[in-house]
């Protein structure tokens, strides 16, 4: 193993023990928590070293800042907890590098606690996706708040659809904020609500001879003012923590 990564593990060993006031006790836990989340020997937290080059080298290309590491490895501890998970669930290393890069690159706060969301999501044994990781990528803290906003009242509106006259319309939640909106869209987690018309032609006559009287439905997608979350969307919101009722506690299996 070379003597940067010694030094890095060190340096997070050291980060995670001064945070938590526990010394090298503290430090073998954080070695033990890389553990549980790739579901191995990453760690081994006797002699804190990393114990294979090829994960260790992965690994360490992924991780852009082991300070932030730390504050992801203590809010999924707190979150876990929090849910009763007892028996954390590995998360798939296609998952879970990504999402470990992108969460020690996150600078604000909003952002990083949903990235610890998502992480205690799939070690509480939720299925995530990596379209998840990219998607919260791509959002800014303004994105965190409007869809936050827009998906809580997402789980209070009537979703079937109401008439006026022959319109028809879809339940949906009015855009948080239309930049913001029109990213969610560009990602998958929002679509417009349709607009349906119901077009009735009275019968008549013309050179073809006499016809009778016709109706359609013509369904209209509308603008991004009013939306509906997509299942994908929902299921992401899901995985974020967003939504969940308190003191509902989730166990591990």
Not at 31 to 42: C, D, E, P, Y
Request: charged letters at 30%; glycine letters at 10%; one cysteine or more.
């Amino acid at each position: 193993m070379d003597e940067e990564t010694i030094r890095q593990v060190a340096r997070a060993s050291r980060a995670f023990a001064k945070t938590t006031g526990k010394g090298i006790g503290a430090a073998r836990e954080f070695g033990g928590w890389l553990n549980k989340v790739f579901g191995r020997s990453i760690v081994n937290t006797v002699d804190l070293v990393w114990t294979n080059r090829v994960e260790t080298l992965k690994i360490r290309a992924a991780i852009y800042d082991y300070k932030k590491l730390v504050l992801l490895a203590r809010a999924v501890k707190k979150e876990l907890k929090k849910q009763h998970v007892k028996r954390p669930h590995a998360v798939p290393a296609k998952i879970a590098l990504p999402l470990l890069e992108n969460a020690t690159m996150e600078n604000e706060p909003r952002l990083r606690a949903l990235w610890a969301k998502l992480l205690t999501s799939g070690m509480a044994g939720e299925r995530i996706e990596r379209s998840y990781v990219t998607a919260l990528s791509e959002m800014t803290g303004r994105d965190a708040k409007a869809i936050d906003a827009m998906y809580r009242e997402w789980l209070t509106v009537d979703k079937r659809e109401t008439r006026s006259g022959p319109v028809k319309y879809e339940g949906g939640v009015d855009s948080y904020d239309d930049a913001s909106t029109s990213k969610l869209f560009a990602l998958g987690i929002v679509a417009p609500i349709y607009v349906t018309l119901s077009l009735y032609e009275p019968g008549g006559h013309n050179r073809y001879g006499d016809y009778g009287a016709s109706s359609e439905d013509a369904a209209i997608p509308g603008d991004l003012q009013v939306v509906k979350f997509t299942k994908h969307g929902e299921a992401f919101c899901q995985a974020l923590g967003m939504g969940k009722a308190k003191g509902n506690p989730k166990r591990g299996s």
